[in-house]
T-cell receptor, first 112, second 115 residues
Framework: KNQVEQSPQSLIILEGKNCTLQ??????????LRWYKQDTGRGPVSLTI?????NTKSNGRYTATLDADTKQSSLHITASQLSDSASYIC???????????FGTGTKLQVIP | NAGVMQNPRHLVRRRGQEARLRCSPM?????VYWYRQLPEEGLKFMVY????????ESGMPKERFSAEFPKEGPSILRIQQVVRGDSAAYFC?????????????FGPGTRLTVT
């Protein structure tokens, strides 16, 4: 069964600090992995997307890594801002178009 | 270029009524996906449509739920005879025809409450 597990479930950090969110998956065959940011009451917004051959991708203060051998990904946020408070969702696609499996997300709260 | 639009944003229905949720994909996108998000849970795939075709509805309950994406107009997710368990946020996403990575762009969601 395809599964995506994220940790921690929730996280509180001080503004300006860095943090790393984890994603482990058991999805096969692997097509791509995406990280989304979902603000409360809104739809998810894509941060990064990585295919099998990519092991790191950055988008501003967000850097995602992928280890396809161990089936792990991480999302690193540097110099956190209050606006980073949201849920971060790891999504893994198997075999193309839409066979997507969503993680339940990590709820990040950045406090002043 | 407007993003994915969904309406209504909030919908309240009594048990037994019908709910119709609309999704207008981004301009140039002909692939539409519907997802359901229960409170404190991750999004779950329901159905994938292209214009006038249902490609995969394996995530959609067999009864009471239906989806369409006509040649003209928005995609519609229809829930007949709603029950309390249908209360959830329903998200629509779209992707362009030639997207190799099938990047999906999400709408703001419709929050359905069944009383």
């Amino acid at each position: 069964k395809n599964q995506v597990e994220q940790s921690p479930q929730s996280l509180i950090i001080l503004e300006g600090k860095n943090c790393t969110l984890q994603c482990n998956y058991t999805v096969s065959p692997f097509s791509n992995l995406r990280w989304y940011k979902q603000d409360t009451g809104r739809g998810p917004v894509s941060l990064t997307i990585m295919t099998f051959s990519e092991n790191t991708k950055s988008n501003g203060r967000y850097t995602a890594t992928l280890d396809a051998d161990t089936k792990q990904s991480s999302l690193h946020i540097t110099a956190s801002q209050l606006s980073d408070s949201a849920s971060y969702i790891c999504v893994v696609s198997a075999g193309g178009y839409q066979k997507v499996t969503f993680g339940t997300g990590t709820k990040l709260q950045v406090i002043p | 270029n407007a993003g994915v639009m969904q309406n209504p944003r909030h919908l309240v229905r009594r048990r037994g009524q019908e709910a119709r949720l609309r999704c207008s994909p981004m301009k140039g996108h002909s692939h539409v996906y519907w997802y359901r998000q229960l409170p404190e849970e991750g999004l779950k795939f329901m159905v994938y449509l292209q214009k006038e075709n249902i490609i995969d509805e394996s995530g959609m309950p067999k009864e009471r739920f239906s989806a369409e994406f006509p040649k003209e107009g928005p995609s519609i997710l229809r829930i007949q005879q709603v029950v309390r368990g249908d209360s959830a946020a329903y998200f629509c996403a779209s992707s362009p025809v030639d997207s190799l990575s099938y990047e999906q762009y999400f709408g703001p969601g419709t929050r359905l409450t069944v009383t």
